[in-house]
Structures are given as C-alpha cells and as structure tokens.
C-alpha cells in the first residue's frame, strides 16, 4: 500500500478512534501508528546497503522494485500485533497505547490485503524460516517481474 494511501486510511481510522475513545492523545497515536511502522523498511534497506535512505523514492524502489535484499519488516509482524493486543487486553495500558496498536493494527491488515506478499508472510516466524530473502517471501509472479 502507499504511503499516501496509509495516510488516508490512518486518516479514516483516527477519526473512529476519536469518536469511540473522546481523547484526542489516542487519536493522534492512532494516526501515527498507523503512519510510523513502515520505519521498519528504513531498517531494511539499511541492512541491505548500509546506509540510510535519503529519498523516498530509493526506499520505494528497493523495497518494491528491487530483487536483491531482504525483508525483514520487524514491525509487520502478526505475531508483535498479537502480544501487544495480549498486553493491552490484560494489563490495562493507556489509552493512547490502544489508540497506537488500532494504527498499527489497521496498516498491517492493509497491507496483507494489497501488498505482495504470500499469504503468510506478515506472520515473522514465515519470514523467518524463509531467510528474509524476498524471492521466497513475495508472490512469485510480482518477483520475477521485478529487475
């Protein structure tokens, strides 16, 4: 999903999020939760070149026209989303913190919806046993487009 996309979805969801709880601290949590985990591909492509991104436009080319690198996506992880939802469940957090994982709740499920990726491949245990290596984490047919 694109960035401008996210920031209309995020944009969407904060407004419910503001509605249900009445706070305002939640709602700009959710707002940036739903923005602000896609940093986890800064850290991919730093991994891979061994330097930081400088432009958009290079984040965006490796992580969706580049073959070489992997995917590590830390914060993609359907398993980080299941121990914070855990957490929040049982140990009463703030109201902001829930306002966050709505955010970031709602970016990971767009994203399986309209990325690339294998069906399993938001669950971090799949990239995992998959080495991270794009070839075996994206759909096969969208990967040998790629150059």
Known sequence: MSPIAHVVLSSVTTVGVAYWSKSWAASWACFLGGIFIDLDHCLDFYLA??????KYRE??????????????????????????????????PPMVWLGF?????????????????KPLAYFFVYRLK???????????????QLQ
């Open 130 to 144: 998959q080495r991270f290596l794009k070839e075996l984490i994206l759909k096969p047919k969208f990967y040998s």
């Open 49 to 54: 070149k061994r330097r930081n991104p400088f």
């Open 59 to 92: 984040l965006s080319n490796f992580s969706l026209r580049e073959k070489d690198g992997k995917l590590y996506l830390i914060f993609h992880s359907y398993e980080l989303l299941t121990a914070c939802w855990l957490w929040t469940w049982y140990g009463n």
């Open 101 to 117: 994982l709505i955010g970031g709740t709602i970016h990971v499920i767009a994203d399986q919806v309209t990325n690339p990726l």
